[in-house]
């Protein structure tokens, strides 16, 4: 008996082991390209070649701001779009635990009752009226049933499938903590770009009001002049209505100004109220220089590269996980408990005592056409993550080299800009004494100070662009998050 037995249990594993191999020589191979991670040694136009990097330094000595700092830190603790990324990291970290739980064996506890009365003239109910349950007791009808006891299953990974799914599952939870990074980043640099336009927008106002005052002055002048017959109402008309038009940009500086404030406000999570800031010194800040290391730091500073790197390591393991399912699946099933038709006797042993274990493979044969459809799009997927994940280092180092030449084309601007305003400011002291001694008209004072108007403007402008080049490089290389 015990060498048929054997004999039986060989032939079982024998007959297993070739289907197996049947299997497997049948499932399909889809060979996917490897990324493409290369970058050049070194950016053009850059400062230096060495590795020094501004992406490692902290954003509060990178801004170096007290009032900036405080909005940031704000921001990192009320920004609704950053607690909702929060609360999908932990989503994703719970995905983790669960996914964990399917590779290991699932145990309950059930409990059953139930009544059945069957046919007389029945297998059974034959049986059962032909039957003592002991010695002179014949079975009840109806019958019932009483069952209490732990099941068990669990799936035995030998391809793998479920231990892949786990670690999928992973690389899916560290996506999203660097996509939370990525967020990180990209708020502390809107909130520095709309606190820069803040203090421009007050220096704007601050140029305008002092233009006022010298249109004004020469308003007065010029009806003195009229009263004098020096000078015509054309004149008088023209510089009014160049006063007018200040008045009116004034008020559409003032409206910037609220916006502006109000979109720091919501970016930090609360209601429109005034924003501390001191924009006294705006043109005078000096702009720091940017140190940018080199290209293959990207690959690690920037948490959109780090994101889509993990997010192509999910990819492939849910590539294995789709083609493990061409393979058999193994399952052990078991069960232990007390059953009897009457309570009493459920904690009589052994009589009451039931037991089963049963052992499945089950693998796919017939119309397989779903498990490669899902195995195609995964490897389709994986692809897709390829290029995606190429084109997103790709698109980092494009950002450093055009921030790279929008710097040091601005730095230019910015010097010319600074000497065109020099010497329209001088040329609104000449005009204006020239014209008090009538040896210049009005539209030339008009105009002297329009161009100097506009000049100082633009002074402004360059001057919070260079300032939004600097946080758009910090951010480009990846600073901000750490």
């Known amino acids: 008996m015990n060498k048929h037995i054997k004999s039986n249990i060989y032939k079982i594993g024998t007959i297993t082991a070739i289907a197996?191999?049947?299997?497997?020589?049948?499932?399909?191979?889809?060979?996917?390209?490897?990324?493409?991670?290369?970058?050049?040694?070194?950016?053009?136009?850059?400062?230096?070649?060495?590795?020094?990097?501004?992406?490692?330094?902290?954003?509060?000595?990178?801004?170096?701001?007290?009032?900036?700092?405080?909005?940031?830190?704000?921001?990192?603790?009320?920004?609704?779009?950053?607690?909702?990324?929060?609360?999908?990291?932990?989503?994703?970290?719970?995905?983790?635990?669960?996914?964990?739980?399917?590779?290991?064996?699932?145990?309950?506890?059930?409990?059953?009752?139930?009544?059945?009365?069957?046919?007389?003239?029945?297998?059974?109910?034959?049986?059962?009226?032909?039957?003592?349950?002991?010695?002179?007791?014949?079975?009840?009808?109806?019958?019932?049933?009483?069952?209490?006891?732990?099941?068990?299953?669990?799936?035995?990974?030998?391809?793998?499938?479920?231990?892949?799914?786990?670690?999928?599952?992973?690389?899916?939870?560290?996506?999203?903590?660097?996509?939370?990074?990525?967020?990180?980043t990209n708020l502390i640099s809107e909130i520095a770009d709309s606190y820069y336009e803040l203090q421009a927008l007050d220096n704007k106002l601050i140029i305008i009001e002092q233009n006022l005052e010298l249109q004004n002055s020469g308003l007065k002048t010029i009806k003195l002049q009229k009263q004098a017959a020096r000078a015509t109402e054309l004149g008088v008309q023209r510089l009014e209505a160049e006063v007018f038009k200040n008045k009116s940009e004034l008020f559409s500086v003032k409206q910037e100004i609220v916006e502006t404030e109000n979109k720091i406000n919501f970016l930090i999570g609360r209601t429109p109220q005034k924003i501390a800031r001191d924009s006294n010194g705006f043109i005078e800040q000096k702009i720091d220089t940017i140190f940018t290391g080199i290209p293959s730091q990207l690959l690690l500073n920037?948490?959109?590269?780090?994101?889509?790197?993990?997010?192509?390591?999910?990819?492939?393991?849910?590539?294995?996980?789709?083609?493990?399912n061409f393979y058999p699946a193994f399952t052990i099933?078991?069960?232990?408990?007390?059953?009897?038709?009457?309570?009493?006797?459920?904690?009589?042993?052994?009589?009451?005592?039931?037991?089963?274990?049963?052992?499945?493979?089950?693998?796919?044969?017939?119309?397989?056409?779903?498990?490669?459809?899902?195995?195609?799009?995964?490897?389709?997927?994986q692809l897709q993550v390829v290029f995606e994940y190429e084109k997103t280092i790709l698109q980092a180092y494009v950002d450093v080299a055009n921030e790279l030449s929008n710097i040091s084309n601005l730095k230019n601007s910015y010097n010319l800009k600074a000497q065109q305003v020099d010497a329209l400011t001088r040329s609104i002291d000449i005009t204006n004494k020239l014209f008090k001694s009538a040896r210049a008209d009005y539209m030339e004072v008009l105009l002297t100070q329009r161009d100097a108007l506009e000049s100082k403007m633009e002074l402004v402008e360059t001057k919070k662009d260079q300032l939004l080049a600097r946080v758009s490089m910090y951010r480009h290389l990846g600073g901000g998050w750490k």
């Not at 920037?302 to 493990?324: H, S």
Request: hydrophobic share 40%; charged share 25%.
């Open 20 to 184: 197996t191999l049947l299997f497997y020589s049948c499932v399909p191979v889809k060979n996917i390209r490897e990324e493409n991670t290369s970058l050049p040694e070194s950016y053009q136009n850059a400062v230096s070649t060495d590795t020094l990097n501004s992406a490692n330094i902290d954003w509060k000595s990178f801004f170096n701001d007290a009032h900036l700092d405080s909005l940031i830190n704000i921001a990192l603790a009320n920004n609704q779009e950053l607690n909702i990324a929060l609360q999908q990291v932990a989503i994703a970290k719970n995905e983790i635990k669960a996914r964990k739980g399917e590779y290991l064996p699932f145990v309950g506890l059930q409990a059953a009752g139930e009544v059945e009365k069957v046919g007389r003239y029945t297998s059974q109910g034959a049986n059962d009226a032909n039957t003592d349950i002991k010695p002179g007791e014949e079975f009840p009808e109806p019958l019932p049933n009483y069952n209490i006891g732990l099941s068990a299953s669990w799936e035995i990974d030998v391809w793998k499938k479920l231990r892949n799914s786990k670690k999928a599952a992973v690389m899916e939870y560290l996506s999203t903590v660097e996509g939370k990074n990525f967020m990180v």
């Open 302 to 324: 920037r948490p959109d590269i780090r994101q889509a790197e993990y997010e192509l390591a999910a990819a492939k393991l849910n590539t294995k996980v789709a083609r493990a």
């Open 333 to 381: 099933r078991a069960g232990i408990g007390f059953e009897a038709f009457n309570t009493k006797y459920l904690t009589s042993t052994p009589e009451s005592l039931m037991y089963s274990v049963v052992g499945d493979m089950v693998a796919p044969l017939i119309n397989r056409n779903a498990i490669k459809a899902e195995y195609n799009t995964a490897n389709d997927r």
